[in-house]
């Protein structure tokens, strides 16, 4: 019997015990010896009357003790133990009502674990660094990244933690820089760990915690791309700049009295037509690639047979690969099918033929399609001149050119297998090239059967 029940049932027969004897004195007080069968009578009644209520007393301290000990395992954290309710008392009720706060609080507190798991997951994939700082310099909460920045070992680590563990002494005077003002405080800073690097630090009261977020972002990414962009503004500059310069001197020229000179004006007017169609070919391939490259291009996917959509570019470039000495072979078994946007695979295609032939001195080239495991291979391999090994990694950039004047003798912009890749990344697809100098090279293309998204 638990604690509750016996002292419930003490308690009766204490009750029980007292209630005796006040009757037995008063029966002998106020009846002498007559008054004997009457203490009797009144003894065996309430000798009848506790063994009457023994059982259910015994019952009901049971039944409380089992849901003291219900309340007792909720209490040590185990919110799925529930308190039995075997009747339709008030005892019962006070069960039901224990379990019902505790399926809530079990709900809740579940709700609680999840949105801090989510924040967990978000927190530790974040770029920057973040780390919450008290008003002592005590890291109080920070992600894996931030850790990582300031390059100290989480091994063994328990918080709060001096920030001073970071041993970058900028941290803490921006931290107490804030503090003093009383407002966020941003500032690019170098942090030295293995090697010197750029970060923006920045450090923001937060009121109703009464404590200051600090962040770390590495600052290269920003650098590496404004480098990009500077590159490429760089290049397309050049890249406009040379045949407008071309049809300008040439326009000179025939106004200053070129346009007499009949034996050479006609030469003139032909390269100011021939800088003005490499000008536009130019224009119309950096439109082309800044539609591929816009997060929201658009993707009109159906199901093509791409031994068609090969042999159809075969047959294109059939005329150009002949005026050269070439042969050109169009391996594409029928029934390779893929979800595809027909006009980007075909601009990736033809950017290969064209290159294949422009750069092959003699031999052949030849356009593959191939079915895999759960993709198509499109391979576009040639017999020229190969490219050496230290040009490979970068072909697919833009502007980048193995040999800049035999690439814009035949014309060629720099930006043609920037725009295969691209055209191919789309489909959620990859690129590569193998390449042996004096041999040739191997250009292909991989996109999955079913389309972007589909497990190649």
């Given at each position: 019997?638990?604690?509750?029940?016996?002292?419930?049932?003490a308690l009766f027969l204490a009750l029980i015990g007292a209630a005796l004897v006040t009757a037995g004195i008063l029966a002998v007080t106020l009846g002498g010896?007559?008054?004997?069968?009457?203490?009797?009578?009144?003894?065996?009644?309430?000798?009848?009357?506790?063994?009457?209520?023994?059982?259910?007393?015994?019952?009901?301290?049971?039944?409380?003790?089992?849901?003291?000990?219900?309340?007792?395992?909720?209490?040590?954290?185990?919110?799925?133990?529930?308190?039995?309710?075997?009747?339709?008392?008030?005892?019962?009720?006070?069960?039901?009502?224990?379990?019902?706060?505790?399926?809530?609080?079990?709900?809740?507190?579940?709700?609680?674990?999840?949105?801090?798991?989510?924040?967990?997951?978000?927190?530790?994939?974040?770029?920057?660094?973040?780390?919450?700082?008290?008003?002592?310099?005590?890291?109080?909460?920070?992600?894996?990244?931030?850790?990582?920045?300031?390059?100290?070992?989480?091994?063994?680590?328990?918080?709060?933690?001096?920030?001073?563990?970071?041993?970058?002494?900028?941290?803490?005077?921006?931290?107490?820089?804030?503090?003093?003002?009383?407002?966020?405080?941003?500032?690019?800073?170098?942090?030295?760990?293995?090697?010197?690097?750029?970060?923006?630090?920045?450090?923001?009261?937060?009121?109703?915690?009464?404590?200051?977020?600090?962040?770390?972002?590495?600052?290269?990414?920003?650098?590496?791309?404004?480098?990009?962009?500077?590159?490429?503004?760089?290049?397309?500059?050049?890249?406009?700049?040379?045949?407008?310069?071309?049809?300008?001197?040439?326009?000179?020229?025939?106004?200053?009295?070129?346009?007499?000179?009949?034996?050479?004006?006609?030469?003139?007017?032909?390269?100011?037509?021939?800088?003005?169609?490499?000008?536009?070919?130019?224009?119309?391939?950096l439109l082309e690639l800044a539609d591929l490259d816009r997060p929201d291009s658009p993707v009109e996917l159906k199901d093509w047979d791409l031994s068609v959509?090969?042999?159809?570019?075969?047959?294109?470039?059939?005329?150009?690969?002949?005026?050269?000495?070439?042969?050109?072979?169009?391996?594409?078994?029928?029934?390779?099918?893929?979800?595809?946007?027909?006009?980007?695979?075909?601009?990736?295609?033809?950017?290969?033929?064209?290159?294949?032939?422009?750069?092959?001195?003699?031999?052949?080239?030849?356009?593959?399609?191939?079915?895999?495991?759960?993709?198509?291979?499109?391979?576009?391999?040639?017999?020229?001149?190969?490219?050496?090994?230290?040009?490979?990694?970068?072909?697919?950039?833009?502007?980048?050119?193995?040999?800049?004047?035999?690439?814009?003798?035949?014309?060629?912009?720099?930006?043609?297998?920037?725009?295969?890749?691209?055209?191919?990344?789309?489909?959620?697809?990859?690129?590569?090239?193998?390449?042996?100098?004096?041999?040739?090279?191997?250009?292909?293309?991989?996109?999955?059967?079913?389309?972007?998204?589909?497990?190649?």
């Amino acid at each position: 019997m638990r604690p509750f029940a016996r002292r419930l049932l003490a308690l009766f027969l204490a009750l029980i015990g007292a209630a005796l004897v006040t009757a037995g004195i008063l029966a002998v007080t106020l009846g002498g010896a007559r008054s004997l069968p009457v203490a009797a009578i009144v003894l065996l009644l309430f000798t009848g009357a506790a063994l009457a209520a023994f059982f259910p007393l015994r019952n009901l301290g049971r039944r409380f003790d089992a849901i003291a000990a219900s309340a007792e395992t909720m209490i040590g954290g185990d919110l799925s133990a529930r308190a039995p309710v075997d009747a339709h008392d008030d005892v019962a009720s006070l069960a039901r009502a224990l379990n019902d706060l505790a399926k809530r609080s079990d709900t809740r507190l579940r709700e609680l674990t999840a949105e801090r798991d989510a924040s967990e997951a978000v927190l530790s994939n974040l770029p920057q660094g973040l780390a919450l700082i008290t008003r002592d310099l005590r890291v109080a909460h920070a992600n894996e990244r931030f850790w990582a920045l300031v390059g100290v070992d989480l091994s063994g680590l328990g918080l709060p933690a001096r920030l001073s563990l970071a041993r970058q002494p900028i941290l803490e005077e921006l931290v107490l820089d804030s503090i003093t003002r009383k407002a966020p405080v941003t500032r690019e800073v170098a942090l030295y760990l293995e090697e010197k690097r750029d970060y923006e630090i920045s450090v923001r009261p937060i009121a109703a915690r009464n404590a200051w977020l600090l962040a770390i972002e590495d600052l290269r990414p920003e650098k590496a791309l404004a480098a990009l962009r500077r590159e490429f503004v760089s290049n397309a500059s050049h890249e406009l700049k040379t045949p407008l310069t071309s049809i300008r001197g040439y326009a000179e020229t025939l106004l200053a009295g070129g346009l007499e000179d009949l034996e050479h004006r006609a030469r003139f007017v032909e390269t100011i037509r021939a800088q003005a169609a490499r000008l536009e070919t130019l224009v119309e391939d950096l439109l082309e690639l800044a539609d591929l490259d816009r997060p929201d291009s658009p993707v009109e996917l159906k199901d093509w047979d791409l031994s068609v959509i090969a042999r159809e570019m075969g047959d294109t470039f059939q005329d150009a690969a002949r005026r050269l000495g070439l042969v050109l072979e169009v391996i594409a078994p029928p029934g390779t099918h893929a979800r595809v946007d027909r006009t980007k695979i075909e601009l990736a295609l033809r950017n290969l033929l064209d290159n294949a032939i422009k750069y092959t001195e003699a031999g052949t080239v030849t356009l593959l399609v191939e079915r895999k495991p759960s993709a198509v291979r499109v391979t576009v391999a040639d017999t020229g001149r190969g490219i050496a090994p230290e040009h490979v990694p970068r072909l697919f950039e833009r502007f980048y050119r193995v040999d800049r004047g035999r690439s814009r003798t035949l014309g060629g912009t720099g930006l043609g297998l920037s725009i295969v890749k691209h055209s191919v990344l789309l489909h959620g697809g990859q690129v590569g090239v193998e390449s042996t100098p004096r041999l040739g090279s191997v250009f292909w293309f991989e996109i999955p059967v079913d389309g972007p998204g589909a497990e190649s």
